[in-house]
């Protein structure tokens, strides 16, 4: 009988741990863009604003403050060749990205050259640069996160 109710118990367990992580769970997305010196990818959490707003989500990001730009897993983003963001490089390897809340309410996307980690745990100390991004809202607004990669000129 002790066996029976423990094995329930157990089982009682893993199916309500099981429940939570697939809740929290968000689609991944992946933007690739192909450039003349190599690749460029982000692979993202896609969460959902399920009737929330973005204005109030982001407000909750202190200045200095970053966000994972997704959900979960850190976003990564890779680039087989060094890029540059005006006078900023950011050599070719792998990084996490995100987004920092600058004391005047502006944002600076973050090339962490820890990647991998849970999208919490930002490392202030292995951050490599911080550039400004090009910024375009949507007209019409959208449920889901979503990174697009797109050629301008002779870059991305």
């Known amino acids: 009988m002790k066996r029976l109710l423990m094995g329930i118990f157990v089982l009682g367990v893993v199916c309500g741990c099981a429940g939570i992580a697939a809740a929290q769970n968000s689609a991944r997305g992946t933007a ?3 450039l003349s010196g190599g690749q460029v990818s982000v692979e993202y959490g896609r969460p959902a604003l399920k009737g929330r707003k973005v204005e109030d ?4 990001v202190e200045a200095g403050g970053v966000w994972r730009l997704g959900a979960n897993k850190s976003t990564t983003f890779k680039t087989s060749a060094d890029l540059a963001f005006g006078d900023v490089t950011v050599p070719k390897g792998e990084y996490s ?6 004391a005047d ?6 090339f962490n050259k820890r990647h991998g980690q849970w999208g919490t745990n930002h490392d202030v100390s292995q951050v490599l640069v911080a550039v400004p991004p090009k910024e375009e809202k949507p007209s019409d607004p959208v449920e889901q996160v979503a990174i697009q990669l797109a050629k301008a000129g002779e870059g991305g």
């Open 57 to 60: 989500m982001l407000s909750r």
């Open 105 to 110: 309410n502006t944002w600076k996307l973050v």
């Open 32 to 34: 690739k863009l192909e």
């Open 97 to 102: 990205l995100w987004a920092r809340r600058e």
